[in-house]
């Protein structure tokens, strides 16, 4: 099908931007790259009035080290994360997990502030920025705020971005000692049925802080505090791999769809959890 | 904006996909619809020397920027780019439908990597559907043409 027609608007600076939104509200919907919400325009399942396109305000493509942070501007592509080696240097973990994401041709255009703010529980950048500690900064004409990922995520498709907001920039810690990552999907490139990320600091060779996250386990990317309690305090190796699954396990209830039932995914709650934290202890830290 | 190499100038509704802007604006019908939400592939194209999914961007978003469609990678039947001549020998179609897809997502992994293993050309064709199945023969081709474009770079 096509698109249901809509005003089109193409700021050139950020200000011009937020102005629209300040203007049209509930009635505008923000463009990036435009890989979900462009389909989901041709099979009308959304109809926005206005379409605000984001790709001609140039401040937004910037990604760069800031202290210790990755911050990742709105029109930032997942091929970039991919790609960069700048990027690679303070934050390896996106290039494996950009990897994760559709084929090359849904990479050059997608952008990763766009899957944070279309907030698919099943999408890897949401349970990224959950597993480090990301700052996500939402600007509205006049003013700005920072909202840690902790209490960004609603429920399905759902954030605390209000209407007059634009999300402006993800911000990844980059000061993790290691990290993990495992994901199932049914084939390359589709959603994640479950992926889990790990961050960890890790001194003399024992964890001192951990975050562990999920996507595909339920209604919104989540953490698992009661996993993230287990691993504290042991060594990063094969043995807290298993005791950190067995507790994931434990503290999920998935959904169950066309893609895995809610056993199936339990089940593999622990599997994608042991092996992220295998890939945390292989990464060393 | 600029396709296959010609400055080109429309007024377009905003709703008009790319796809359609290039099939039915410019006659471009090389470029397939297929799934129309980003899944199937027929409708690749190379957006700044990059493939997108046209039925997934606004014709409108292409102001100035450059759009390559399978009809710059030959002037005609007679002079066929190794790319196509590689999918003609060795059976890299069937009905054709995937073809322009195929064709550009082949030409951005051998722009990039000159001499892919089938492992590679199968992850770079992994959004490029064949419902002919005929997967085999693509990555055949995709192998013939990184031999055909190493020997015309040496010739």
Same mark, same amino acid.
């Given at each position: 099908? /096509? ?23 509930? *009635? ?15 099979? #009308? ?44 240097? %303070?934050?390896? @973990? ?38 480090? !500690?990301? *700052?996500?900064?939402? %600007? #509205? ?12 995520? /609603? ?27 495992? *994901?199932?999907?049914? #084939? ?6 479950? %992926?889990?990320?790990?961050? %960890? ?7 001192? *802080? ?39 396990? !434990? ?13 199936? #995914? /339990? ?9 992220? @934290? ?8 | 904006?600029?396709?296959? &190499? ?27 619809? &297929? $799934?129309?939400?980003? =899944?199937?592939?027929? $409708? ?21 920027? +450059? =759009? ?27 009905? &054709? ?10 030409? +951005? ?24 199945? &005929? ?21």
């Amino acid at each position: 099908m /096509k698109p249901a027609p809509f005003e089109y608007h193409a700021p050139d600076t950020l200000a011009d931007a937020l102005d629209v939104l300040a203007q049209l509200g509930a *009635e505008a919907t923000p463009l990036a790259g435009g890989q979900s919400l462009a389909p989901l325009m041709n099979l #009308r399942l959304a109809r926005p009035l206005n379409i605000v396109d984001l790709n001609r305000i140039e401040s937004l493509s910037s990604v760069r080290v800031e202290g210790d942070l990755l911050e990742v501007g709105a029109l930032v592509r997942h091929s970039v994360m991919e790609r960069s080696d700048d990027v690679y240097r %303070a934050f390896p @973990v996106g290039r494996v997990v950009a990897a994760f994401i559709g084929y090359p041709a849904i990479r050059h255009r997608g952008t990763v502030v766009g899957s944070i703010a279309h907030a698919d529980p099943a999408a890897e950048w949401p349970c990224v920025a959950l597993a480090f !500690d990301a *700052e996500i900064t939402l %600007a #509205r004409a006049g003013s700005t705020r920072t909202v840690p990922a902790d209490g960004f995520f /609603k429920t399905m498709l759902t954030t605390v971005r209000e209407p007059d907001e634009l999300i402006t920039q993800v911000a990844f810690s980059t000061t993790f000692d290691s990290w993990g990552f495992h *994901e199932f999907a049914r #084939r390359y490139g589709d959603f994640a049925v479950i %992926a889990a990320a790990v961050a %960890a600091r890790v001194s003399d060779g024992i964890v001192t *802080e951990a975050r562990i996250s999920l996507a595909g386990a339920g209604d919104r990317p989540m953490r698992l505090l009661g996993a993230e309690a287990v691993l504290t305090g042991r060594s990063l190796d094969g043995d807290s791999a298993v005791a950190v699954a067995q507790a994931s396990v !434990d503290l999920v209830e998935p959904l169950g769809d066309i893609h895995g039932s809610a056993g199936y #995914r /339990k089940d593999l709650v622990g599997v994608a959890v042991e092996r992220a @934290v295998v890939d945390a202890a292989n990464r060393g830290g | 904006m600029k396709v296959n &190499g010609k400055e080109t100038t429309r007024e377009v509704d905003p709703r008009r996909l790319l796809v359609d802007f290039l099939r039915h604006d410019l006659q471009l019908t090389g470029t397939h619809v &297929g $799934c129309e939400h980003g =899944v199937c592939g027929a $409708c690749t194209v190379l957006f700044d020397g990059e493939t997108v999914r046209s039925c997934i961007m606004f014709a409108v978003q292409a102001d100035g920027h +450059e =759009v390559e469609t399978v009809e710059s990678l030959a002037d005609g039947p007679d002079d066929l780019h190794p790319i196509q001549v590689a999918f003609w020998e060795n059976h890299g179609l069937q009905c &054709g439908f995937c073809t322009p897809g195929m064709l550009m997502a082949t030409k +951005e992994l051998l722009e990039e990597n000159p001499d892919p293993a089938e492992e590679e050309i199968r992850i770079a064709l992994a959004g490029n559907i064949c419902r002919c199945t &005929g997967y085999v023969h693509i990555v055949s081709a995709v192998r013939a043409a990184a031999a055909g474009m190493a020997a015309e770079r040496m010739s």
